[in-house]
């Protein structure tokens, strides 16, 4: 079975302890787990050892991210993990170099990843509304979606070389939480798409 490394991003504040979020991550080990999945977890708020988070991209299947989106971005502690492990494997672990070589350089830049037969899925908690997302009428995001605001994310895992899985997101969380439905709805998107790896290391 596919091998799952989970990230939970959550940093701690006053008004957001992280029980959402570990909740999604508890669950997702539970569904994965009973489902016959090796798993690896870290939480990036917690210490870390940085080799072997480069080691635990490099063993898995499908990187699995779960954070909630603070100022438009990931939380502080997620950040400073990806500063670290992410500059560590740029040695050849996990891309060669910028992709760009000496008879081109200025091509290719962001091709160099070496996670080309990984997936990857961000699951994602927001104070914003749903509705504020993919409706042009609404002035701040202007008709964007969830995966516009997560671009930068995007665009770090295909330096890597990884594959985007569907995103989950969790809406209102702050004003109008729903976890239990929430809670549902993700639990059966990870059973739509993470067990669509039949076999380890391809996507049917």
């Known amino acids: 079975m596919p091998k799952i490394?989970?990230?939970?991003?959550?940093?701690?504040?006053?008004?957001?302890?992280?029980a959402l979020?570990?909740?999604?991550?508890?669950?997702?080990?539970?569904?994965?787990?009973?489902?016959?999945?090796?798993?690896?977890?870290?939480?990036?708020?917690?210490?870390?050892?940085?080799?072997?988070?480069?080691?635990?991209?490099?063993?898995?299947?499908?990187?699995?991210?779960?954070?909630?989106?603070?100022?438009?971005?990931?939380?502080?502690?997620?950040?400073?993990?990806?500063?670290?492990?992410?500059?560590?494997?740029?040695?050849?672990?996990?891309?060669?170099?910028d992709g760009r070589s000496s008879a081109h350089p200025k091509a290719n830049y962001g091709m160099g990843g070496t996670l080309t037969d990984t997936r990857y899925m961000l699951s994602v908690t927001l104070?914003?509304?749903?509705e504020a997302f993919n409706d042009p009428g609404e002035p701040f995001f202007g008709g964007a979606d969830v995966d516009t605001l997560?671009?930068?994310?995007?665009?770090?895992?295909k330096f890597f070389g990884a594959q985007a899985l569907p995103t989950f997101s969790a809406h209102d969380v702050m004003k109008a939480p729903e976890a239990e439905k929430d809670l549902e709805r993700f639990a059966s998107h990870l059973v739509a798409h993470i067990p669509a790896m039949q076999e380890a290391g391809a996507m049917s």
């Open 21 to 97: 979020n570990a909740s999604f991550v508890r669950r997702a080990s539970e569904i994965l787990e009973s489902q016959g999945h090796e798993l690896r977890v870290t939480r990036t708020a917690e210490e870390y050892d940085v080799d072997t988070e480069v080691a635990n991209h490099m063993w898995a299947d499908v990187i699995f991210m779960q954070f909630p989106v603070n100022w438009m971005g990931v939380p502080w502690s997620f950040k400073r993990y990806m500063d670290a492990v992410y500059t560590a494997g740029m040695d050849g672990r996990l891309s060669n170099g």
């Open 5 to 18: 490394f989970i990230i939970n991003g959550h940093q701690a504040f006053p008004f957001a302890p992280g």
């Open 150 to 157: 997560l671009y930068p994310m995007h665009l770090n895992m």
């Open 127 to 130: 104070n914003a509304p749903a």
